[in-house]
C-alpha cells in the first residue's frame, strides 16, 4: 500500500499543497482528490467503525501507532525544553508515551512532531507516505480523517469526561449543512480576557461586570487611552489580538459576529448551494467595532509589527485578549505581577440563542485518526487515552496548557487559584461544537481566499482606510468571485 501511495505525490504535488494555518478552497479541493486516491489504495480489510468504537483492551500481537504533526509534541520535545520567558523547565512527550507502554505494552506509539511551518503540507505528504494512524492538529484538514460521530454515540460515557469535541463543516462528508467530529482535543484554548487593575485604577474606571458588552469595552478603551494620570506614561485602552497575522486576524472579527449575532452562512450541502452575505446590519457593525475599538489600539497593533503578547510590570494597554490564559498567567507569575492582571471573560453575546454568554471562541491542540490507518480500534483508545487519562493532563498543565477535561483543570486550578474562574466559564458556556474555522459568522475553509481577504480588510479598517461598509462589500466580492469561479 506504501508504494501505490508514494506513487501518487507526483500528481499531488501539481495540484498545490496546503501551507499555512488556514487552507482555501482550492486546497482543500487538492487534499480531497489526494484522498480519494489514497483510500482506493488502501487494503480493504480494515477494521470496520463499530469494531473500532469497542473497549480495545490487550492487544496479543505487537502493534505500532505512527502519529505525525505539529503542536504541543513538537514545541516540548521527546526529552523538554526550557520556557525563556518563565525559566521553567517543562516535560518532553515521553511522558505521554511512557504512560501509554504502560498500560498497552504490545501497542507502540512512535511520535514525528514537526513545526507549524508549512504543518498542512508536512501532513499530507506523510498521509501520501502511508502509514500514519494519527495525525496531530489533523481536525482542520477534514479530507485527510476519519469521522468520529459513531463512535462517540457507541462510546457516550468518553464524551462526559470532556469539555468539548473538534466539529467541522466539511464537504469531506458530501454535506456542510450538518457539523462532523473531526478530532479530539487534548488542549483547549478559550480566549480570556487581561484587564490592567493599576490601568483602570489610575484613571478611575471601573472593571467590567460578568454581562459586560463591547460598547462597554469602547468607552472603557477611550478613557483609559492618553497620558496615566499617575505614571505620566502614554497608555493604550485596548490591544486587538494577531493582527500580525493575516491567517488569524479573523479572530477579532469572528468573535465580534458573534457577540452581535451577526450570522453570514446559511450552508446547504456544498458552498454553491450555500447563501453567504456579509452586507447585512450585523456584518456591518461587527466591522464598524472593530475599527473604532482599533483608534484605542498602539500603533504598532495596528500596523500588525512587533506585537507582545507578554504580561509583563511594563505593560501600557489597559484591555487585551488572547489565548494561552494558563501560559500568561505563568509569564506574569515569574515577573511578580500575577496579582496586576484580572482574568475576565469576552464580552457577553448581545442577541440570539446565546445572548449573554462571551463571546464564543475556542482554539485548541487536537488529535484526529488518519482515513487511512489501519489500526483504527487502537487510534480511537489513543484519542480517548490522550484527552482524559491524569498523566497527560498533568503533562499538558505542566507544560502551560490547559486539558480538555474537569479533572485535569485542577491541576491549573492549583496554580491559578481563583483566576482559573474565567477559565471554567468560557469552557462551560462555549456553544456546544462551536469551532472557530466554519461556523455561521465565518468560514475559512470551505469558500476560497475570504480569509486572506478578511485579513486585508481587517488591516484596512485599522488605519484608516476603508470604511465598514465598504470592507463588508470587498468580503462578499471575495466570496462571490470564487463560487463563480467553482460552478
Given at each position: 500500500m506504501k508504494k501505490h501511495l508514494t506513487l501518487l505525490m507526483g500528481t499531488v504535488m501539481a495540484a498545490g499543497?496546503?501551507?499555512?494555518?488556514?487552507?482555501?478552497?482550492?486546497?482543500?479541493?487538492?487534499?480531497?482528490?489526494?484522498?480519494?486516491?489514497?483510500?482506493?489504495?488502501?487494503?480493504?480489510?480494515?477494521?470496520?467503525?463499530?469494531?473500532?468504537?469497542?473497549?480495545?483492551?490487550?492487544?496479543?500481537?505487537?502493534?505500532?501507532?505512527?502519529?505525525?504533526?505539529?503542536?504541543?509534541?513538537?514545541?516540548?520535545?521527546?526529552?523538554?525544553?526550557?520556557?525563556?520567558?518563565?525559566?521553567?523547565?517543562?516535560?518532553?512527550?515521553?511522558?505521554?508515551?511512557?504512560?501509554?507502554?504502560?498500560?498497552?505494552?504490545?501497542?507502540?506509539?512512535?511520535?514525528?512532531?514537526?513545526?507549524?511551518?508549512?504543518?498542512?503540507?508536512?501532513?499530507?505528504?506523510?498521509?501520501?507516505?502511508?502509514?500514519?494512524?494519527?495525525?496531530?492538529?489533523?481536525?482542520?484538514?477534514?479530507?485527510?480523517?476519519?469521522?468520529?460521530?459513531?463512535?462517540?454515540?457507541?462510546?457516550?460515557?468518553?464524551?462526559?469526561?470532556?469539555?468539548?469535541?473538534?466539529?467541522?463543516?466539511?464537504?469531506?462528508?458530501?454535506?456542510?449543512?450538518?457539523?462532523?467530529?473531526?478530532?479530539?482535543?487534548?488542549?483547549?484554548?478559550?480566549?480570556?480576557?487581561?484587564l490592567d487593575k493599576d490601568i483602570f485604577e489610575h484613571y478611575g474606571v471601573e472593571l467590567p461586570g460578568e454581562d459586560w458588552t463591547w460598547e462597554d469595552m469602547l468607552a472603557m478603551a477611550e478613557k483609559m487611552t492618553g497620558t496615566d494620570p499617575v505614571t505620566g506614561k502614554q497608555t493604550y485602552g485596548v490591544q486587538l489580538v494577531d493582527t500580525n497575522s493575516t491567517a488569524n486576524s479573523f479572530f477579532n472579527y469572528q468573535m465580534l459576529a458573534s457577540g452581535f449575532d451577526a450570522k453570514v452562512i446559511t450552508y446547504g450541502k456544498t458552498p454553491l448551494d450555500s447563501k453567504v452575505d456579509f452586507t447585512g446590519d450585523g456584518t456591518v457593525k461587527a466591522l464598524k467595532m472593530l475599527q473604532d475599538l482599533g483608534q484605542y489600539c498602539s500603533s504598532n497593533v495596528r500596523e500588525g509589527v512587533n506585537v507582545d503578547k507578554t504580561l509583563t510590570a511594563e505593560n501600557d494597554t489597559a484591555i487585551r485578549w488572547d489565548q494561552s490564559a494558563y501560559k500568561h498567567y505563568k509569564e506574569a507569575k515569574a515577573a511578580g505581577v500575577e496579582d496586576k492582571f484580572v482574568f475576565w471573560n469576552m464580552p457577553a453575546i448581545e442577541a440570539g440563542e446565546y445572548k449573554g454568554k462571551p463571546s464564543a471562541f475556542m482554539g485548541s491542540n487536537n488529535v484526529a485518526i488518519c482515513k487511512t490507518s489501519e489500526n483504527k480500534e487502537w487510534a480511537w483508545e489513543f484519542l480517548k487515552f490522550i484527552s482524559t487519562d491524569e498523566t497527560v493532563s498533568k503533562w499538558v498543565s505542566d507544560c502551560g496548557r490547559i486539558p480538555n477535561n474537569p479533572s485535569g483543570m485542577e491541576f491549573v486550578k492549583t496554580e491559578m487559584g481563583d483566576k482559573v474562574q474565567a477559565i471554567n466559564r468560557a469552557m462551560e458556556e462555549i456553544p456546544d461544537g462551536f469551532n472557530n474555522s466554519t461556523n455561521d459568522f465565518f468560514n475559512n475553509v470551505s469558500f476560497g481566499p475570504v480569509t486572506s481577504t478578511m485579513g486585508v480588510v481587517i488591516s484596512d479598517l485599522l488605519n484608516q482606510v476603508t470604511t465598514p461598509e465598504e470592507a463588508a462589500k470587498t468580503l462578499q466580492n471575495s466570496v462571490d468571485e470564487y463560487l463563480k469561479s467553482i460552478q
Open positions: 499543497l496546503l501551507s499555512g494555518c488556514g487552507s482555501s478552497g482550492d486546497e482543500t479541493k487538492a487534499v480531497e482528490s489526494t484522498v480519494a486516491a489514497a483510500e482506493q489504495s488502501a487494503q480493504a480489510s480494515q477494521t470496520t467503525q463499530a469494531e473500532s468504537s469497542r473497549e480495545a483492551g490487550t492487544s496479543e500481537e505487537e502493534i505500532t501507532l505512527h502519529v505525525y504533526g505539529p503542536g504541543l509534541f513538537a514545541e516540548q520535545g521527546e526529552k523538554g525544553s526550557l520556557d525563556m520567558i518563565t525559566g521553567e523547565e517543562t516535560p518532553g512527550y515521553d511522558v505521554v508515551v511512557n504512560k501509554w507502554n504502560e498500560l498497552y505494552p504490545n501497542v507502540h506509539v512512535e511520535i514525528e512532531a514537526v513545526p507549524w511551518e508549512n504543518w498542512q503540507s508536512s501532513i499530507q505528504t506523510a498521509v501520501l507516505g502511508g502509514g500514519i494512524d494519527l495525525i496531530l492538529h489533523g481536525a482542520s484538514i477534514c479530507d485527510l480523517v476519519e469521522p468520529l460521530d459513531s463512535y462517540l454515540e457507541a462510546d457516550p460515557e468518553f464524551r462526559k469526561q470532556i469539555y468539548a469535541v473538534e466539529q467541522r463543516r466539511t464537504d469531506a462528508v458530501n454535506d456542510l449543512s450538518v457539523s462532523t467530529t473531526t478530532g479530539i482535543q487534548y488542549v483547549v484554548d478559550p480566549m480570556i480576557v487581561y
